[in-house]
Structures are given as C-alpha cells and as structure tokens.
C-alpha cells in the first residue's frame, strides 16, 4: 500500500519494530563489532569498501551503523530515491559530492545564488575543481566536456529564488545535476521526480528541526550512492548515531512543522509586504513571488522563509537589536523563528559582485519562521521595525490590494 508523505515520514524505517518488540528504535553505539567467522568478514569488508550495505557484520563504524541506516532509509523513502547518504554536516555531504564528481571530470557548473558555505567551497579551488557560475538560463552554454555536476539550491538561499529543476535537468543534458532543497524538504519538493540525480539536504535544519543535532544527506541512485558511501569511508565524514537518531525521530514531525511554519509565514510575508519601514519583500507565496509558476508544479507550498529589506546596514542592525522573541541567529528550520543578516553573515565569503548580483544587499535579513504563535511574531516584528524608520530614505506608494492583511495599530510604523 502507498501511503502518503505524513505517514511515511512517520512510520519510515520502522517495520521492523513489532518483530523486535520494540516501540522506538534502537541506538546502536558499537564503535566495532564482533566477527565470528572470518571469511564472511571479509566479504563484508569487500561490499562495504565498494560501497555497498554489510552482507554480514557493519566490521566498524566508519564503515556503517544500523541507526544511521535507518535515517537513510527513511529519508530516502520521502524522496523517492533508491538510497540516501548521511553525514557529519551538510558541508560534509556536499564536499563528498563534488569528490564523487571529480572521477568524470573537473569542471563543475554552479547556479547561483548558493549558500555562502557552498559558493565559498566552489570558488575555494580546495578540492581541485574548477566552477562556472551562472544563472539558471546559462547553464547550457556552461557545461563543457569535462563538466561532471551541475549544482543548484531552490529555494535559494537567501533570496528564495525558485529554479525550475526540470529546466536545468534538459539543459544540463548527461551531466547529473545536484539540488540542495534545505529549504523546501521532502514534505514540500522532491527534486528526483523532475530529473535531478541527486538531492541534498543540511539535515541540520528542518530534517532535525530543533536546532540542537548536525548532519547532512544525500539521498540518490545506486550508483551514486556506492560513490558515496566510498567517500565516507575514506574521509571519514560520518554523522554518529545518536544524530543519526535523532534525525529519524524529527522525520515524525516534519510534515507538522513544514505546514504550521508555512502557515505562519505566509501570514507574516503578506503584512511585511505593507509595512513603511520594509522596501522588498521576497516570498514565493505572494502576488509576483513565483514567476515561473512553480508552486503546484514543483513546489508544494511557498514555504517557511521570507527575505526582507529593509533601508542599510544601519536599519539591518537596529532591527536585529530590538527583537525579543524572535532570535537573531544563523541557521534555519527550527521551531523557533530565527533571522539572520545574509550579507554580514552567512554569505560573508561571497564576493562582494556575486552578492550584488543575487540581490544579497546590506538592508536584506532572512526570517526562518518557526511554530510560535504567529501574532506573538508579528508583535515583535512590530515593535522592532519602527527602530529602522530613522535610517529610512524610501518613498512608495504602500499596495493597497494587501491593505486587510496589516494590523491597523502598526500602521504607523
């Protein structure tokens, strides 16, 4: 039987339970494990080493863990994949992509905007790759015959920039494209029904949900996912068990958490969008913000992020001090809202024209709406964007379209 998303995020890697008499999983903490018989040890070293599951004992823990595995499965089961790869971060699983590429070629294709971490890696040259970025129109004409990954984050981060991921497949043409859909998730978008061969998440965020684990995964084919896992092995990058479970556990709630944060943000994004003391507001559920006409098509829902602008740096910064619920925080996908200065921040690295030409500015703050009670939110937002009206140089018409959704007793400002 096919269930859908809720259930299968609940119930995914589970079926086995009953038959253990178990209600929950277990966490399996074995650093190594005892071989009664060295002949199938050795054979399960060899699959292990080429990528593949344990045909007997996981030998090592940097060669595989049982509660990790369990993520994976599930995990992949949400995407639609044949298998997913964990690891220590969503850095740690990106890195082990590209060195999974470098075997077809050194030359990589990268849409922009990424995540700060994900730009600087690509223009780091550390892994002896060399990268053309473009915009999504451009991925054609980027690739060469030694192009070996196309990558692409939508959502963007922290623009929100949608990318029409069936686009990019058909230009890309053979070359396999890799999309980072952290800010999506499972429950929202699943790259690999719109030809990408590889989807990324920094498990660290929604996956995990509650800000306190790190990881990151991959879910893929089998062939990439052997690559992988090979990888893993020999950096070592491994996620340990205990995130490995508490990432299977925050797959129960992520549908929840996905729909109630949305809901939250789809409301804040809609008074933002009036406010006198913000000139841009950048959320793909408003008129004009999906100009692709993506959502329904690729994207279930708009989301829980929103980029704001407000005026400077100045009025960034006074924002950002007067909060009170709100936390001003990097990282994203909790249950609390954070926000967090993109250009001061998390894409600090990116050259200072790769920032202006994604519409990273000094004035641009990224919220990561959480679960709370979404007037609790909108009162603090209230209360702290009247510091930004000193540092206020903007002069527009306010949409009056938009008008019932904005509380009258902030109308001021």
């Known amino acids: ?51 593949k599951a344990p045909v007997g004992s996981p030998i090592y823990a940097r060669l595989h863990n049982p509660t990790v595995a369990r993520f994976e499965e599930a995990l992949a089961n949400l995407e639609g994949a044949e298998a997913a790869v964990a690891f220590a971060s969503g850095m740690a699983a990106l890195t082990a992509a590209l060195l999974a590429a470098r075997q077809d070629g050194e030359h990589i294709v990268a849409v922009r905007p990424l995540y700060g971490g994900s ?36 959502p963007a981060n922290p623009t929100l920039q949608l990318v029409d991921i069936a686009d990019v497949v058909a230009q890309a043409g053979r070359v ?21 061969t590889l989807v990324l998440h920094s498990a660290t965020k929604y996956l995990g949900g509650h800000g306190d684990v790190l990881g990151g995964v991959i879910a893929t084919n089998e062939l990439w996912t052997r690559r ?18 508490a990432l299977h556990r925050g797959l129960q709630t992520l549908s929840l958490r996905v729909l109630a944060a949305q809901d939250n943000a789809s409301l804040l994004a809609r008074r933002l969008t009036v406010h006198p ?27 829980a992020m929103i980029a704001f602008e407000v005026d400077s740096h100045e009025a960034a910064r006074a924002v950002l001090r007067n909060l009170k619920l709100i936390t001003p925080a990097v990282s994203l996908g909790s249950v609390d809202s954070l926000i967090q200065h993109p250009a001061g921040l998390t894409h ?50 306010v949409n009056s379209d938009l008008m019932p959704w904005y509380p009258t007793h902030v109308a001021t400002g």
């Open 1 to 51: 039987m096919k269930h859908r998303d809720t259930t299968r995020a609940v119930h995914g890697a589970r079926e086995d339970l009953r038959a253990l008499g178990v209600h929950v999983p277990p966490i399996d903490l074995s650093t190594t494990y005892p071989l009664d018989d060295l002949d199938s040890a050795t054979a399960s070293i060899d699959a292990l080493v080429e990528g």
């Open 119 to 154: 730009d600087h890696l690509l223009t780091s040259s550390l892994l002896g790759l060399e990268t053309t970025f473009t915009d999504p129109s451009g991925v054609r004409d980027a690739i060469r015959p030694n192009t070996s990954l196309v990558i692409l984050e939508t």
């Open 176 to 196: 396999p494209v890799l999309v980072d859909s952290t800010f999506a998730t499972p429950i929202l978008q699943n790259p690999l029904a719109h030809g990408a």
């Open 228 to 245: 992988l896992r090979q990888v893993r092995i020999i950096t070592g990058a491994v996620i340990h068990p205990t995130a490995g479970y």
């Open 277 to 303: 003391a913000i000139g841009r507001v950048i959320y793909p559920g408003l008129p004009g913000g999906d100009p692709l006409g993506l959502l329904d098509r690729q994207l279930r829902g708009p989301g």
């Open 348 to 397: 600090r690295v990116v050259g200072a024209e790769a920032k202006a030409s994604a519409g990273i500015h000094e004035g641009l703050l990224r919220l990561s709406v959480g679960v709370e009670d979404v007037e609790d939110l909108w009162d603090d937002l209230a209360q702290a964007l009247p510091h930004a009206s000193r540092h206020l140089q903007l002069d527009r018409p």
